[in-house]
């Protein structure tokens, strides 16, 4: 066995086939070469190129930096679940099922980005209440109150194999319900009511579907919920306090800012490669096979 003269870094057998065993590496044929592109921020994110949370100062404290970091990239993930959230939501409503193709599993996905929003709603009320020299006014106070019910559910899911033996939930999905609300008609106030579970409910949920009634609309698809028992949180509501407090935070961080040089390259969204001839073991095909 000999190593191959394709420049992969395998051994090769006599026939010529390829085997995982790696061969020594030689130093020599190491090369790196570093891309560098910037990722724009995408149509209606919630913190723009412009925003003062893309142009720290040079000379911020490192603890100051590290925090606004963590409440920026809080932010963008629970939007980003939120956004894909919608997209399978929409699609369920309007039975689009060239949409729901993109996604392996649609409901799982679902699930996956409303856990996803709550775990992400709980770690922004984390930070906010420790946050310095942050003023706790009226829109904190509400977003404070309108998201309490999410220690409840993420303590479900942190103790879910307690949970699993609690007589209380023993005839519910174990991770929950997602329902929503589409308007189909405006004029006529038509909408179509979802519910999607995690499982199977043996009819013991107390909400299976939501009742649109006296409730205001601010979009064609809202009132989106997670529920686990008896708790729930308006996803949907909760986004809309989160971009709020978004727009307070960077309103207060554009005073501070004004007069300070920012870091050339502080926008993190930035896409960094290194690309090297390396050794490396393949595994063999059927277990590809499995994975796929």
């Given amino acids: 066995m000999q190593e191959g003269g394709d420049g992969t870094g395998y051994a090769a057998a006599s026939d010529g086939a390829k085997v995982t065993r790696p061969i020594k590496p030689d130093p020599a044929a190491y090369y790196g070469v570093r891309v560098i ?3 724009p921020a995408l149509p209606g994110a919630v913190f723009q190129s412009d925003s003062p949370f893309r142009r720290l100062p040079r000379d911020l404290d490192a603890k100051q930096r590290r925090f606004l970091e963590a409440l920026r990239f809080g932010i963008e993930m629970a939007q980003g679940s939120y956004r894909r959230l919608r997209e399978i939501l929409s699609a369920m409503s309007l039975d689009d099922q060239q949409t729901l193709d993109k996604h392996s599993d649609a409901v799982a996905t679902a699930f ?3 856990w996803g929003v709550a775990d992400s709603i709980h770690r922004l009320r984390e930070l906010l209440a420790v946050m310095p020299n942050l003023k706790k006014g009226a829109l904190l ?4 109150r309108k998201t309490q ?3 409840k559910l ?3 899911i942190q103790h879910l194999s307690g949970d699993l033996h609690e007589p209380a939930l023993a005839r519910m999905p174990v991770w929950g319900t997602v329902s929503w609300v589409w308007l189909v008609d405006r004029t006529h106030m038509k909408v179509i009511s979802g519910s999607m579970l995690a499982g199977v409910d043996m009819g013991q949920s107390p909400r299976p579907f939501p009742i649109p009634q006296n409730r205001i609309f601010h979009d064609v698809l809202d009132h989106v919920t997670l529920s686990l028992g008896n708790d729930e949180l308006n996803l949907s509501e909760a986004m ?3 971009v709020r407090i978004a727009r307070g935070l960077e309103k207060q961080l554009e005073v501070v ?3 300070c040089e920012p870091l050339p390259l502080v926008d993190s969204r930035l896409l960094l490669t290194i690309e090297l001839d390396a050794p490396v073991a393949i595994a063999p095909a059927k277990l590809d096979e499995k994975v796929s």
């Avoid at 106070?141 to 404070?144: G, I, P, V």
């Fill in 37 to 39: 592109k910037r990722i």
């Fill in 112 to 114: 996956l980005d409303a």
């Fill in 141 to 144: 106070k509400l977003f404070s």
């Fill in 149 to 151: 019910q999410v220690e």
């Fill in 154 to 156: 993420r303590n479900h």
């Fill in 240 to 242: 809309r306090l989160t």
């Fill in 257 to 259: 800012f004004r007069d």
